[in-house]
């Protein structure tokens, strides 16, 4: 699967919209992009993924550059409960179950 | 939605006993589960791929002597650490998919005294 690269931090005001960047240039034609956040000491919880289309659901929106070469996650009004560790990981639906590898991923700090 | 379950989330072990970690599917059949490890401020990093009715296939580094892992039934996987060590000491997670999908457990914070 397809490496990513995520800034190591990032900061933002309570009630703000948090966009988190994600490059993943070398990512194939079927690859998904993925991600995930993890809350200190929990599992990772999905929250959204796409192949090219933007999308959105209750948690977040996902915009993929028309090259899909990087994505943007968007957490419309952060709260301090979106505090967290965001994972973006690219990956094939073909073939059986593949592993999912975890980069270092943004420390996502939402303040008051 | 599909759920896993993962119990204990915590244990506290005395060195050279070993520490068996349960992970559920609740709700679907999982015949591909995941064990990852993670240590303090450091990313998950995959140990091994557990098959249901197979043996499991280990990461590079992962001794599987020591991490001893069972699919025996399509909802339920475990992983034994047996005699444990402090350096042992790490957070647990394990992870099933559905569809595509990859569900993860709660984890377990497990400390080897």
């Known amino acids: 699967d397809a490496k990513t690269t995520q800034p190591p931090s990032m900061d933002c005001a309570e009630g703000r919209a948090a966009n988190l960047p994600c490059n993943h240039s070398?990512?194939?034609?079927?690859?998904?992009v993925y991600w995930y956040r993890q809350i200190h000491s929990q599992g990772p919880q999905y929250i959204i993924h796409?192949?090219?289309n933007n999308e959105t659901n209750e948690m977040a929106s996902l915009i993929i550059t028309e090259d899909r070469k990087s994505s943007t996650l968007i957490l419309p009004h952060a709260t301090l409960r979106d505090t967290a560790v965001y994972y973006c990981?690219?990956?094939?639906?073909?073939?059986?179950?593949?592993?999912?590898?975890f980069g270092t991923g943004t420390r996502l700090q939402v303040t008051l | 939605g599909a759920v896993v379950s993962q119990h204990p989330s915590r244990v506290i072990c005395k060195s050279g006993t070993s520490v068996k970690i349960e992970c559920r599917s609740l709700?679907?059949?999982?015949?591909?589960m995941f064990w990852y490890r993670q240590f303090p401020k450091q990313s998950l990093m995959l140990m091994a791929t557990?098959?249901?009715?197979?043996?499991?296939?280990?990461e590079q580094g992962v001794e599987k002597d020591k991490f001893l892992i069972n699919h025996a039934s399509l909802t339920l996987s475990t992983l034994t650490v047996t005699s444990a060590h402090p350096e042992d000491s790490s957070f647990y997670i394990c992870?099933?998919?559905?569809?595509?999908?990859?569900?993860f457990g709660s984890g377990t914070r497990l400390t080897v005294v």
């Open positions: 992870s099933a998919t559905l569809n595509y999908g990859y569900t």
């Open positions: 070398t990512i194939s034609g079927n690859e998904y």
């Open positions: 796409g192949l090219k």
């Open positions: 990981i690219v990956r094939s639906h073909t073939g059986t179950a593949s592993k999912l590898t």
């Open positions: 709700d679907f059949q999982a015949t591909t």
């Open positions: 557990s098959n249901e009715g197979s043996k499991a296939t280990y």
